[in-house]
């Protein structure tokens, strides 16, 4: 019976079922053209596969403290690191994953690319968080207000987008924003932890970070969100 509660306890975490939505939604932009190949489909198939093992593995490691036991190695970032790099390599080494890719992006819609960015809105927890003290100032103004104003921005762009000054230039800029965003959380969240970035030792500091279940977000949902700017920029470069 402990074993069935420490596993729902694992899959219970709004979190989870988030980086599950991600995972669906660009799947679904993926494998819904018409015209792909085997070669294509399996590369699809396969990046699944994969990713549904490293949230596995994830949340395995990470409920037995790994991620917080390696602040000094910068443990949060494997996840960011592992999951867009992988993505790289397997749709850029297979000549029909790369055709395919592209083919699938130009079939997406640019309000479809926008909408996904509204899951953000959700970086109001990391907001709550701060106000219980559970997280440092410095994360709250690096990190959780600039994806959540981002998510809010997405939510208008989502509506507007079509409109004549929403044009593929501002796009390309809103989708490249919006990636970079992420650089504040993912360097911020180590300045109060042993790291070599550590600057502030003072309490509450970012060590919630590195548990369970917010570690799923620099090492499974953030990187997600990442591929989905990446999808829509091969859209803007490639299909226009």
Do not use: C
């Given at each position: 019976m402990s074993r069935l509660k420490d596993k729902y306890e694992s899959l219970r975490p709004l979190i989870v079922w988030l980086g599950l939505a991600e995972l669906v939604w660009i799947s679904y932009w993926l494998l819904r053209t018409g015209d792909t190949t085997p070669g294509y489909t399996t590369t699809v198939v396969a990046w699944i596969v994969a990713m549904l093992g490293w949230l596995a593995l994830a949340i395995y490691v990470g409920r037995r403290g790994f991620f917080l036991e390696h602040t000094r190695w910068l443990s949060n970032?494997?996840?960011?690191?592992?999951?867009?790099?992988?993505?790289?390599?397997?749709?850029?080494?297979?000549?029909?994953?790369?055709?395919?890719?592209?083919?699938?992006?130009?079939?997406?819609?640019?309000?479809?690319?926008?909408?996904?960015?509204?899951?953000?809105?959700?970086?109001?927890?990391?907001?709550?968080?701060?106000?219980?003290?559970?997280?440092?100032?410095?994360?709250?103004?690096?990190?959780?207000?600039?994806?959540?104003?981002?998510?809010?921005?997405?939510?208008?762009?989502?509506?507007?987008?079509?409109?004549?000054?929403?044009?593929?230039?501002?796009?390309?800029?809103?989708?490249?924003?919006?990636?970079?965003?992420?650089?504040?959380?993912?360097?911020?969240?180590?300045?109060?932890?042993?790291?070599?970035?550590?600057?502030?030792?003072?309490?509450?500091?970012?060590s919630i970070a590195f548990r369970f279940p917010m570690f799923l977000a620099p090492n499974f949902t953030v990187p997600l969100f990442m591929l989905a700017h990446a999808f829509a920029l091969v859209k803007l470069t490639v299909g226009g």
């Amino acid at each position: 019976m402990s074993r069935l509660k420490d596993k729902y306890e694992s899959l219970r975490p709004l979190i989870v079922w988030l980086g599950l939505a991600e995972l669906v939604w660009i799947s679904y932009w993926l494998l819904r053209t018409g015209d792909t190949t085997p070669g294509y489909t399996t590369t699809v198939v396969a990046w699944i596969v994969a990713m549904l093992g490293w949230l596995a593995l994830a949340i395995y490691v990470g409920r037995r403290g790994f991620f917080l036991e390696h602040t000094r190695w910068l443990s949060n970032l494997v996840g960011a690191v592992m999951v867009v790099t992988f993505a790289i390599v397997v749709f850029g080494a297979v000549p029909a994953a790369r055709e395919g890719l592209a083919s699938a992006a130009t079939a997406t819609t640019d309000r479809e690319l926008a909408s996904i960015h509204i899951l953000r809105l959700l970086a109001l927890g990391t907001i709550i968080k701060y106000l219980q003290r559970q997280l440092p100032l410095h994360f709250l103004i690096l990190g959780s207000l600039p994806d959540f104003l981002f998510a809010v921005s997405a939510v208008v762009v989502t509506f507007l987008v079509g409109n004549a000054f929403l044009g593929q230039e501002f796009l390309f800029a809103w989708h490249s924003i919006g990636f970079l965003v992420f650089f504040g959380p993912g360097i911020s969240m180590f300045f109060s932890v042993p790291s070599p970035f550590r600057i502030h030792h003072g309490v509450p500091d970012a060590s919630i970070a590195f548990r369970f279940p917010m570690f799923l977000a620099p090492n499974f949902t953030v990187p997600l969100f990442m591929l989905a700017h990446a999808f829509a920029l091969v859209k803007l470069t490639v299909g226009g």
